[in-house]
């Protein structure tokens, strides 16, 4: 069997489930964050990507985080949890994630690529990986994940007549259907054209900070999809309520794009 062909059915068979944003918003994501990296980071992070562009990498985390060589290290970072609030304290992560969601990832990222000239190429290219999609996950609104809310935004819900979890319509579905009224296709390269508008200022403001103040904005702002929820007495996802959701998760994107850059430039451009 061709190398291109085993890739494919390999494809097939990753569990789609629980990507945060699924392929295309991960794709879309990587590639606004490589759209506003700095030269001197991005040329710092290509002697280790040999070039690859970081939406070939925004998946690894989630495609390899049932694999026996890295469930232990990988399985955590996809979500992060915040208090009624939407602080997200380390007592609160430790306590309710065992300190394993995405801030904590990100938190040690930076710590462990303070000198990541010293370390082995291949120590520094998985971070590159991991943070090319955990700063998307931690603004999928699915996967945040507050104290005081148990249905962790996962029951069934009727879309378009199927019948569909509702954490994956969050991660994917809604995304792949705004995209494909807008253009007619599914391409991560013209979501990101449209996507990659915000105006410097804005970006100033929302890559102000580190993670935490970045998931913590997240949950502020996923925090009325709670409420949403619970008006759909009928559990039926009509356009009404795709109306409602469509500005907030395209936002949470941009965000995560932007901070994506913000974490690497932070890194890679010394
Ligand atoms: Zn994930």
């Known amino acids: 069997m061709k190398k291109s062909i085993i890739i494919a059915v390999i494809a097939l068979l990753i569990p789609q489930i629980a ?8 794709r879309t994501i990587a590639e606004i964050a490589e759209r506003n990296l700095t030269p001197k980071a991005k040329a710092n992070i290509e002697k280790y990507t040999g070039g690859t562009p970081l939406w070939k990498y925004s998946l690894f985390v989630d495609e390899m985080r049932k694999h026996p060589d890295y469930k232990e290290v990988l399985d955590g970072f996809h979500a992060s949890i915040a208090d009624c609030d939407c602080t997200s304290p380390q007592v609160v992560r430790d306590r309710y994630r065992d300190g394993k969601d995405g801030v904590t990832a990100m938190n040690n990222f930076r710590e462990q690529l303070k000198n990541y000239k010293e370390l082995p190429d ?3 290219l998985f971070a590159i990986k991991c943070i090319s999609h955990i700063v998307a996950d931690f603004n999928c609104p699915s996967h945040v ?3 005081d809310n148990a249905n962790k935004c996962s029951f069934p819900a009727i879309y378009n007549g199927k ?13 792949q259907s705004l995209h494909k009224n807008r253009t007619g296709k599914l391409d991560h390269k013209q ?9 410097k200022k804005e970006i100033k403001s929302i ?25 759909l007495k009928i559990e039926k ?3 009404k309520f795709v109306d409602k959701a469509a500005p907030l998760a395209e936002y949470q994107m941009q965000k995560a794009g932007y901070q994506m850059a913000k974490a690497l430039n932070t890194i ?3």
Request: one cysteine or more; aromatic letters at 20%; hydrophobic letters at 40%.
């Open 19 to 26: 990507l945060g944003w699924g392929r295309l918003g991960h």
């Open 163 to 175: 019948k569909v979890d509702m954490h994956r319509w969050w991660d994917t579905w809604l995304i």
């Open 268 to 270: 890679f451009g010394k």
């Open 207 to 231: 890559t102000k900070g580190w993670a935490q103040e970045w998931f913590e904005a997240s949950a502020r702002d996923c925090r009325p999809t709670i409420y949403w929820i619970d008006d």
């Open 122 to 124: 291949s120590v520094v």
């Open 237 to 239: 996802i009509d356009q």
């Open 191 to 199: 979501y990101a054209d449209y996507l990659n508008t915000l105006s």
């Open 145 to 147: 994940r507050y104290v």
